[in-house]
């Protein structure tokens, strides 16, 4: 029991895909320009690698392990494919905003890395539990991410049209936040801020 | 004239890291040396400007005559995987070297966004053939252009007095931010050439 919750959490703080391990860095820069947006491409990241780790799970002894990559490929792409259709009919604002970034979470590193970490080698519970941590985890930093960006970057927060703050916080919005070197400076500072925060008094891992 | 707007466009405008952020786990990983990062930079040139060949013969001459267009994404996958274990094997047979030198990196360009992210870019730009392996050719050169500027600031650092916690990914992306804005400078010289 304590082994399946460890399975769940560890992807959303200690191990947290993206400002743990810094995987998945693509769309994770290129999603986060707002709140709303974040959530999204985390909700399809969250179907993607759930499923995907249950049927890579099941399928583990008997797919040979010479084969194992594309093999994992098809499953991760028929996934991606029923998110891009399903996202398409229901959400196509969101859809149109998030545009090639869908089709390419079947490149994202973080579903492959748990397909050949853990799902190829846990039994099918175990994986699922690790796909919902991960996929939290993943969904968190980018709302995060996507938060100081769309705070910093329009001086307001919206929600599907609706700004939370009417006019606006009161300050210049610094336009450089939502385009791309706000994305790259965001997760920088965020990741050295991490770092500040859990430095040891002792020597520390040496990271990249 | 397009053919020249598509090429500069992808070098400088529409890069991939500091515009579309596409390929940026191999930009990170691979970027420690200038020369692992040419060696990297060749591999994804050749197979980026394959890929959007022949993806543009699956998407025209399969996909959208039998009417199949939404198994887009898993037949693309499975082309560029197919391509990058070409690739591998050549590279393996050629250059041990270079092979070791790559490491894990070259299985993974499977998996490097910048591939399937130009295959697909040509689908939506509605590009023809040669506007289409214009446009990878570009686009890879543009990334490769990051990677190896990149790679250069970055043998830098090991004489730089860096405060500790900024050490390793932190700086790496501070400094791609600021790559990133100085590139918006050629947007100027860009519309003043296509005016």
């Known amino acids: ?208 | 004239m397009t053919y020249l707007y598509i090429l500069l466009g992808g070098l400088l405008i529409n890069n991939f890291i500091f515009q579309r952020f596409l390929g940026i786990c191999p930009f990170l990983g691979v970027s420690k040396r200038v020369e692992t990062a040419a060696g990297m930079s060749m591999a994804v040139i050749f197979v980026m400007t394959m890929a959007s060949a022949v993806t543009w013969f699956f998407q025209h001459m399969l996909l959208v005559p039998f009417g199949v267009e939404y198994l887009q994404t898993i037949v693309f996958i499975l082309v560029i995987a197919t391509l990058v274990q070409f690739v591998e094997m050549v590279v393996l047979k050629t250059s041990p070297v270079l092979y070791q030198a790559l490491g894990i990196y070259l299985p993974l360009i499977t998996t490097n966004c910048a591939v399937l992210g130009v295959a697909l870019i040509n689908v939506v730009e509605n590009y023809n053939l040669i506007e289409s392996v214009v446009n990878g050719f570009a686009s890879a050169c543009g990334w490769s252009l990051a990677i190896l500027l990149f790679a250069g600031i970055r043998e830098r650092w090991e004489i730089t007095d860096i405060p500790d916690v900024l050490k390793g990914f932190p700086i790496a992306f501070i400094s791609t931010g600021l790559m990133s804005i100085s590139f918006y400078g050629f947007q100027g010289l860009f519309q003043s050439l296509f005016k």
Not at chain 1, 66 to 89: C, E, G, N, Q, W
């Open chain 1, 1 to 208: 029991m304590n082994g399946l919750i460890k399975d769940f959490t560890k992807g959303i703080i200690a191990e947290n895909p993206v400002f743990r391990i810094v995987l998945g860095m693509c769309p994770t820069l290129a999603t986060s320009t707002a709140v709303e947006n974040g959530f999204w491409m985390g909700l399809a990241v969250i179907f993607v690698l759930t499923f995907s780790n249950i049927l890579i799970a099941a399928v583990r002894k008997a797919v040979p392990d010479k084969i194992r990559i594309p093999a994992y490929i098809v499953i991760i792409a028929s996934f991606v494919t029923i998110v891009d259709l399903v996202m398409h009919a229901f959400v196509p604002a969101m859809y149109e905003i998030l545009g090639i970034f869908i089709p390419l979470i079947v490149v994202n590193c973080i579903i492959f890395a748990r397909a050949e970490a853990f799902a190829s080698k846990n039994p099918i519970l175990n994986s699922a539990l690790d796909g919902i941590g991960m996929g939290i985890g993943f969904m968190l930093s980018l709302i995060v991410i996507g938060f100081v960006r769309e705070v910093l970057g329009t001086a307001n927060l919206a929600w599907s049209g609706h700004s939370l703050f009417g006019k606006g916080l009161g300050f210049e919005p610094a336009l450089v936040m939502i385009m791309p070197p706000g994305a790259f400076w965001t997760m920088g500072i965020l990741l050295g801020l991490m770092n500040l925060a859990t430095r040891k008094p002792k020597k520390r891992r040496a990271r990249a």
